[in-house]
Nanobody, 122 residues
Framework: QVQLVESGGGSVQAGGSLRLSCAAS????????MAWFRQAPGLEREGVAR???????TYADAVKGRFTISKDSDKSILYLQMNNLKPEDTAMYYC????????????????WGKGTLVTIPS
């Protein structure tokens, strides 16, 4: 029943910006922990940013000061604003939701989107 659909990925030059969106359907309430993960070729999937059901946000050190996670609980949309993009940000970005409090690691996640590709050429 639950589906997550990402959009907004693409290719931009270093220093540019993108905003990713995740439309969630079949989600009841707003107490889910929601997060963005990314996975680059040959690397493990890693958490980028997360937002708790009551609002507090957490960011990976690599993106602090550049990325901002937010959500519209009424519309069930999760956003990731990405500024000052770098080549090392190149990855497939995944929207993710956990039914309970934790969503910092892949093992915490209940639902995944199919991903949207972000490419920052050197």
């Amino acid at each position: 029943q639950v589906q997550l659909v990402e959009s907004g990925g693409g290719s931009v030059q270093a220093g540019g910006s993108l905003r990713l969106s995740c439309a969630a359907s079949g989600v009841n309430g707003s107490r889910y922990c929601m997060a963005w993960f990314r996975q680059a070729p040959g690397l493990e999937r890693e958490g980028v940013a997360r937002i708790a059901g009551d609002g507090p946000t957490t960011y990976a050190d690599a993106v602090k000061g550049r990325f901002t996670i937010s959500k519209d609980s009424d519309k069930s949309i999760l956003y990731l604003q990405m500024n000052n993009l770098k080549p090392e940000d190149t990855a497939m970005y995944y929207c993710a939701i956990a039914r309970r409090d934790r969503c910092s690691a892949p093992g915490d996640i209940t639902y995944w989107g199919k991903g949207t590709l972000v490419t920052i050429p050197s």
